[in-house]
């Protein structure tokens, strides 16, 4: 089994803030794990670790199919295969999505004509065709946002793809269609990190793994079982079962609170 994605004792702070404290985590290509925690617990910044964002003090080791990332550039990131779609997607006045996707496949090294015949069948396909001239992610609800960014991934083709809350702020509907854009992309050649607050999501992809993310670290990581765990009792179950003290920037969450289909950070 190759590894797509081999984080080891991995911490990193900000501002003289703590967030993650040695956390392990695992992702063999061709598999799709998911990552759950609460609000605050690292899951964002762990992500934008991983891609190279400036500002982190950082220790520990990541390793892309075996080569080390955290030395590496943002580009050079990018160039190995790695991919990430934003909790929150910013809006990129004056940059037209067919120009950034043209570009970032170039900086992968993928030919211009392929690039053009990718985002012409992608764009087909996740019905995004009427974006693609248009500013990336201008005037876009939520839920076309996060096709777009699922587009952008089937364009690119990452080796690792780390998906941010996509499915937060969507309706049912656009959950659904979401997930099982996400369902499609599964390849032998690509590892999927795939962070969500609800099981609602995971009733359309099945991950190969489950992991529980609290105070910077993995605390459990499992199947089905996990998530149903946390549905009944929420984190407090988790954290009563492992010992887990609870501190007070992170509060617990009521299982009420938990799956509610209102998104608590969009
Ligand atoms: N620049 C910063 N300075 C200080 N604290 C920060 C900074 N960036 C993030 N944090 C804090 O780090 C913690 C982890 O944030 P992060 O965004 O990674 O959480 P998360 O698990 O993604 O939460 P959510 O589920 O709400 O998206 C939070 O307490 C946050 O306030
Ligand atoms: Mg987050």
Redesign the pocket.
């Known amino acids: 089994m190759t590894t797509a994605l081999d984080v080891r004792g991995l911490s990193a702070g ?2 003289g ?1 703590q ?1 993650l404290e040695g956390l392990d985590l695992v992702v063999p290509l061709g598999q799709m794990h998911a990552l759950m ?10 992500c934008h670790v991983l891609t190279g964002k400036a ?1 982190y003090v950082v220790s520990g080791e990541a390793l892309l199919e075996g080569k080390e990332l955290l030395s590496l550039e943002v580009d050079e990131r990018a160039r190995l295969g790695l991919l990430q779609s934003f ?1 929150y997607p910013t809006e990129v006045p004056g940059v037209a999505l067919r120009e950034f996707l043209l570009e970032a496949a170039e900086e992968r090294g993928i030919s211009e004509a392929e690039a053009r015949d990718r985002i012409e069948r992608e764009a087909a396909r996740f019905d995004v065709t009427r974006f693609l001239d248009r500013a990336i992610n201008n005037d876009l609800s939520g839920g076309e946002m996060k096709r777009s960014e699922i587009f952008q991934m089937a364009v690119l083709r990452p080796r690792v793809a780390l998906l941010d ?1 996509i499915d937060s702020g969507l309706d049912i509907d656009a959950v659904k269609q979401v997930a099982q854009a996400v369902e499609e992309m599964r390849s032998p050649d690509l590892g999927v990190l795939m962070i969500t ?1 609800y099981n609602r999501i995971l009733r359309y992809v099945t991950p190969d793994r489950i992991h529980v993310m609290i105070g910077g670290r993995i605390v459990d990581s499992g199947g089905a079982e996990l998530a149903e765990e946390l549905e009944a009792g929420g984190y407090k179950a988790i954290r009563e079962r492992l010992g887990l003290v609870e501190t007070s ?1 992170e509060p617990a969450r009521r299982p009420a609170d938990f799956f509610t289909d209102t998104p608590f ?1 969009v």
């Not at 925690?37 to 762990?46: A, H, R, V």
């Open positions: 900000v501002d803030k967030i925690g609460p609000n605050g617990s690292g899951k964002s910044t762990l500002g909790q809350e607050h920037s950070d």
